[in-house]
């Protein structure tokens, strides 16, 4: 089994819709929480970070951790045309020495 | 502006020939990775370093040398070892809780 799940879609929406992006973990040592946009050709851009459980918001952007159900999801709202992008969770706990990623999944936002 | 950078963007290695792939950081971060990004494969690791002078392997090391001189640096040497060498590698770094990495924007490597 994989440490992180994430299903690699690709999703397509239309422009201002609403877009779920999740993943499922196995460690629950994990504690710390990240959201990468990732164009394609272009390295990773941290967009949201987490720590634990519970919700952060940030302008369109929402993030959910549930550790209960390892489980973390990322919202967008009003969805625009440059939220095109593959979208990669992170997560890492303080006792280990590195980060573990989903494989990304590809969005494209339709105008 | 703090960052990470890597060079060169785009590299064209011959075959049998090393290659050395740069990545320079100024966030003050103690830790640094590199990564292989291949399609539908997501990241994989290839090495990490937590302080100077010292560095492990990552999942998949054969074939990759590295080196961590300067706090700052953290070159990647593609070996002729390394049989199937094309792909997208990603330097990134991290403080040593590991709450967020920060990545370069990547370099190209395309065997000829």
């Known amino acids: 089994q994989k440490e992180v799940e994430q299903d690699p879609g690709p999703l397509s929406v239309p422009e201002g819709a609403i877009v779920s992006l999740n993943c499922t973990y196995s460690n629950s040592a994990f504690q710390y929480f990240m959201w990468y946009r990732q164009y394609s050709r272009k390295g990773p851009e941290l967009l949201m970070y987490?720590?634990?459980?519970g919700n952060k918001e940030d302008g369109r952007f929402t993030a959910q951790v549930d550790k209960s159900s390892k489980y973390i999801s990322l919202f967008i709202r009003d969805s625009q045309p440059s939220d095109s992008a593959t979208y990669l969770c992170?997560?890492?706990?303080?006792?280990?020495?590195?980060?573990?990623f989903g494989t990304g999944t590809s969005l494209t936002v339709i105008p | 502006d703090g960052g990470i950078t890597q060079s060169p963007k785009y590299l064209f290695r011959k075959e049998g020939q090393n290659v050395t792939l740069s990545c320079e950081q100024n966030?003050?971060?103690?830790?640094m990775y590199w990564y292989r990004q291949d399609p539908g494969q997501g990241l994989r690791l290839i090495y990490y370093s937590q302080i100077v002078n010292d560095f492990q392997k990552g999942d998949i090391a054969e074939g990759y040398s590295v080196s961590r001189e300067k706090k700052e640096s953290f070159p990647l040497t593609v070996t002729s070892a390394q049989k199937n060498p094309t792909a997208f590698y990603l330097c990134?770094?991290?403080?040593?809780?590991?709450?967020?990495?920060?990545f370069g924007q990547g370099t190209r490597l395309t065997v000829v």
């Open positions: 990134a770094s991290s403080s040593l809780r590991n709450t967020e990495a920060f």
């Open positions: 987490t720590y634990s459980s």
């Open positions: 992170a997560m890492s706990s303080n006792t280990g020495n590195q980060f573990y």
């Open positions: 966030l003050n971060h103690d830790a």
